[in-house]
């Protein structure tokens, strides 16, 4: 874990990956992948790599998915009624209930888009994956951010495998175990170079 955390932060505060170069004009999309088994250590870095970051002067916004979620459905007075009928729908009718009004292209990313406008960052770090799915696929979120995200690096915290082969193209695997649909814009933050 903590030559984990020492990658991190050289890339992440290096020049390259604030200055988005050698990006092959790609956007600037990193996924930061860990075993599912090591969320509670990967929370305990991320919060490290935020304080030590801010404290090199490179400004940090986290947008946790799963708070952002609940933040929304508190703004549009439906919370309540969600936690109220949540005993009484199946899952599959909350699923689609809670993916319809959390949306990323109509709801998530033009909130995230406002808590970017309304603050002073050099990266953006997207958390709580885990925790929104199923009805917030993280490749969801990824594609539509593509035009809002794209002046500053992002990384997303992902609780699974980000693999790429020749043969099945990119994938972002969930839990190392759900294979979500094909992602091939974002860069595994382990693979680059300080």
Known sequence: MQQRFQHLFAVISGERFLKKQSLGNEVPFFICPFKPSEAVDMARIERQLVNRLEQAGIGVLEINLYDLSVELLINR???E?????????????????????????THLVPAIASKMANAEFDVLFLTGVGEVFPYIRSHNVLNNLQSTAKEKPTLMFFPGAYTYSTETGASLDLFGKLRDDKYYRAFNIFHCEA
């Open 77 to 79: 007075d439906i919370w």
């Open 81 to 105: 009624q969600i936690l109220d009928m949540e005993s009484t729908v199946s899952k599959d009718e909350l699923k689609e209930l809670l993916q319809g009004v959390l949306d990323p292209e």
